[in-house]
């Protein structure tokens, strides 16, 4: 036998050399040895680009895919948004219960903002196939949640040619009438839509919904019909008594603005006849039901490179858009919360963060507002940073996000509370007022509870205007928080509001929004007053005079990053509004605040040199039935870059499709590639340092 040949497996025969013997590896572990349940809570975390890769690698996984809906009903859609080769997979992601997929859906359609359809006959189709989507999305969310989908289909209307919101409604009221388990919230949606129109006969109509509503168990329905009945009622005592009571009844069942007016009740008087000592712990309840946990540190605001100057920068921007354009301080307070549970939730490149805060107000103001923020008018307040078709999928992410959660309690809302419990003079009102719109600006000041910091709000106040006692026992009982409970945190509002130099912008300007909306008539100049110093205010609180270490919010680093993250129409000729807030104000509105035909529409841009192409965005301002032709047409104040790698020819196509060499499992998978044969495939994915989903980059060079 020669050495080294192999004759048989024999010890007498076998004779390779032990370090030239080939091993029978061991079988190993791979993902298709997990059991079936973990593989599912894999799968459910994947992007639904990565769902259908890993659904083309074995037989097993295209099973499982297949045949479980949870997999697609909590497969993520981040940055994806429907487009002609992509609604398949939206579409059967939304059949089986993903709420993301199908609000974009309701969005996309409603706007026809991606699917590309013919113009004959666009806004019945997009209007039916919305409110399909809008009506699916909400029958996905908690029973006791509250409905939203009426923000997309509020007023204003069209007044002219079809109206998609209009054809949306339509068919959401025909659906009532034969979908029982979902007529609750959508007849709320319907009312709370008629209700801001100025016919009487239409309000009228919306409270017989609400009363339809709140019989098929929707719990806001109820309390808005207790809101319309209050007013009867005060006069008799009897009805009135009854009427707090169901309001009780309606705070115990979880309607947090049910429990707000309760307090609010039960702190000016005690229409229950309860004792003293239960009639505080009622209300004390309710600032101690403000969850501390739910509440984001300032780590999870600030993250993937979004620094706290950069967050300052964006809500200063946002108080400015407020003054500008007469929206209510809640409406502010709402937009910034919005804002920072977005950026708890998502990472967002400093690209978009101002994209991000422009959509949540669009979405506040229609929300809260009669007058509403029309997505043409929040576009050009960017200077044309952003693009139409931009805002419009912001919106979406963020309602997606969010969960449809747009409101919840704010420190006004806590604020209110507080002062109806013990009312303040008129200016040391607006000093209340003012303290908790400068608390805004910092995202440390983001994380307390806004009852607790609502509290020290107003122990501050009363300090700066030397009240006493300072927090007297009647607030102690009433809110559960003791005199050296909230001072720390009045301390902290001192320091950041009143004793740090305030940030300046790459311009080397200070941004002073807040102080200049105080210092307007109508809020007394309360912020042109002098601010004790923080050695007086510690002998007023009776504490040792130490001063917090704190990093300075202000920008130093990188001026040109600031630049590049905001802009703003009004940054050429920003100036110090040293008069009247009003008298300022004349000019730098211009933006129209009423809803406009075309033709005034077109000799209010030659007036007044907008530098907007007026059916950019949405039906007089917001026109949703606008053709994708004519968006294109856009006359951008800055100029713009596209990105090599997108076809300028091709806009439609905001999202790429997806690909696979593997075969399609469903019908409409098989239409889009055949439809789509002979194109190049591409790729969900997008690059989140663009200002947007299209590749659109602001290239603005203005001198600092």
Known sequence: MKAGVVHCRCSKCYSVPARKRVR?????????????????????????????????????????????????????????????????????????????????????????????????????????????????????????????????????????????????????????????????????????????????????????????????????????????????????????????????????????????????????????????????????????????????????????????????????????????????????????????????????????????????????????????????????????????????????????????????????????????????????????????????LYSALATPPPAKLACAALLLTRALHHYAPLWPTLLADYTGFSKQDIVPLSVLLYVKCFSQDVPKDYRHVSLTGVKQRFEDEAYHHISKDKVMDFKELCQILEIPEVVPQMEPPSPTGQPADIHTFLASPSSDSKKRRDDSMQAHRGSFVATPTAELSNQEEKLLGDILDWSLDTSCSGYEGDREEESEGEREDDCSMISIKLDPLTDAGERGEHCRALSSDEDSFCEARREVNKDSQGQEPVSLSKDLHSSGYSSVQSLRQKAA
């Not at 992007?47 to 037989?59: F, K, P, Y």
């Open 24 to 440: 029978k590896r061991s079988s190993g572990i791979t993902l298709l040895s997990l059991p079936e349940e973990v593989l599912l809570c894999v799968l459910q975390y994947l992007s639904a680009e990565d769902l259908l890769s890993i659904r083309a690698v074995h037989s097993q996984l295209r099973d499982i895919v297949d045949n479980h809906s949870s997999v697609w009903a909590r497969v993520s859609f981040r940055d994806t948004w429907p487009s002609p080769n992509t609604l398949w997979l939206f579409e059967r992601a939304a059949d089986k219960g993903n709420f993301e997929a199908a609000v974009k859906l309701g969005i996309a359609y409603l706007y026809n903002e991606g699917p590309l359809l013919s113009d004959e006959g666009r806004a019945d189709v997009c209007g039916r196939k919305a409110s399909h989507f809008f009506s699916l999305a909400e029958s996905l969310r908690s029973l006791t949640a509250d409905p939203f989908i009426w923000v997309f289909i509020r007023p204003p209307w069209s007044p002219t040619g079809s109206c998609c919101k209009a054809v949306v409604f339509d068919h959401l009221k025909a659906e009532c009438a034969n979908n029982m388990e979902r007529r609750g919230p959508l007849l709320h949606c319907l009312a709370k839509v008629l209700q801001l129109f100025e016919d009487d006969e239409k309000r009228s109509e919306a409270i017989s919904m609400l009363e339809e509503s709140s019989q098929a168990g929707c719990l806001q329905s109820s309390y808005l019909l207790w809101q319309h009945s209050r007013k009867a009622a005060i006069a008799d005592p009897g009805r009135y008594l009854q009427c707090v009571r169901t309001l009780r009844d309606y705070a115990g069942k979880g309607c947090w603005e049910a429990q707000l007016s309760l307090a609010k009740v039960c702190s000016s008087g005690n229409p229950l006849g309860l004792e003293s000592k239960a009639c505080s712990d009622l209300v004390a309840q309710l600032f101690s039901s403000c969850n501390p946990a739910s509440r984001p540190s300032s780590q999870e605001i600030l993250k993937q490179g979004i620094k706290d100057s950069m967050r300052y920068i964006l809500v200063d921007w946002l108080v400015e858009v407020t003054t500008m354009k007469d929206f209510t301080s809640q409406t502010l307070h709402v937009t910034v919360g919005c804002v920072d549970r977005y950026l708890t939730l998502r990472s967002v490149p400093k690209a978009r963060l101002q994209l991000l805060g422009i959509a949540c107000m669009v979405i506040c103001t229609r929300y809260i507002s009669k007058e509403i923020l029309t997505i043409r008018e929040a576009v050009w307040l960017t200077d044309n940073t952003y693009k139409y078709e931009d805002l419009v999928r912001m919106m979406g992410e963020v309602i997606s996000v969010l969960e449809g959660n747009i409101r919840s309690p704010t420190l006004l809302d806590y604020g209110e509370v507080l002062l109806s419990l013990l009312p303040l003079e008129r200016r040391t009102t607006h000093l209340f007022s003012y303290i908790c719109e400068l608390s805004l």
